[in-house]
């Protein structure tokens, strides 16, 4: 069993919809962090969180420490939102990650 | 499946000498993998981008003769941090690119790095 996983594996939404991205890991953490990939590899850090919610313009990130799972929500979604997304979480010792929610977002 | 495994995942060496991590795709081939570095409270940043059987592309800022990193085969990438310092002290992850099946990127558990 992985430490993280998250759900769905793949998601495809129209321009506009509302998109959700779930969390959960099994270990105590220090925070989590939700992380974009892009093709190229080079990763953004979109939210660190250890407790209760961020915003971001059209992101919101929430985090429940006691349930040990969060959430990644892209409102009004756009195309160039398109990316995977992936939850990290930081044990103070070690990271661990989730496999990834590759997002197409479609005009 | 998809799994990266990181070795060593702690290192202390002393500064000057050369460090080496590897990263291996344990059950799928990954023509390309990247390296990353990460400081304290702070995100990962890349470092490189490594592909199989060709030199590694590195970003800007990055050393490339401090930092050599060798992808000679289909499972592993190898990143040697050379002469090192106490400010290389950091906490290095590689992941691996899944071309085929689960598309994405499958991350290793990563190497901390202590210089003294």
């Known amino acids: 069993k992985n430490e993280v996983e998250q759900s769905p594996q793949n998601l495809t939404a129209q321009e506009g919809e509302f998109i959700t991205i779930n969390c959960s890991y099994s270990v105590g953490i220090s925070a989590l962090h939700w992380l974009q990939q892009h093709p190229g590899g080079g990763i953004v850090s979109l939210f660190m969180?250890?407790?209760g919610k961020k915003k971001h313009g059209r992101l919101i990130a929430t985090i429940n420490i006691q349930e040990k799972h969060s959430s990644l929500h892209i409102t009004a979604s756009h195309p160039r939102d398109s990316a995977v997304y992936i939850c990290?979480?930081?044990?103070?010792?070690?990271?661990?990650f989730g496999t990834g929610t590759s997002l197409t977002v479609i005009p | 499946g998809a799994v990266v495994s990181q070795h060593p995942s702690r290192v202390i060496c002393k500064s000057g000498t050369s460090v080496k991590i590897e990263c291996r795709s344990l059950?799928?081939?990954?023509?390309?993998m990247f390296w990353y570095r990460q400081f304290p409270k702070q995100s990962l940043m890349l470092m490189a981008t490594?592909?199989?059987?060709?030199?590694?592309?590195?970003e800007q800022g990055v050393e490339k003769d401090k930092f050599l990193i060798n992808h000679a085969s289909l499972t592993l990438s190898t990143l040697t941090v050379t002469s090192a310092h106490p400010e290389d002290s950091s906490f290095y992850i590689c992941s691996a690119a899944r071309e085929t099946g689960l598309r994405g990127y499958t991350f290793g558990s990563g190497t901390r790095l202590t210089v003294v």
């Open positions: 490594s592909n199989e059987g060709s030199k590694a592309t590195y």
């Open positions: 059950d799928f081939q990954a023509t390309t």
């Open positions: 969180l250890s407790s």
């Open positions: 990290a979480v930081d044990t103070g010792n070690q990271f661990y």
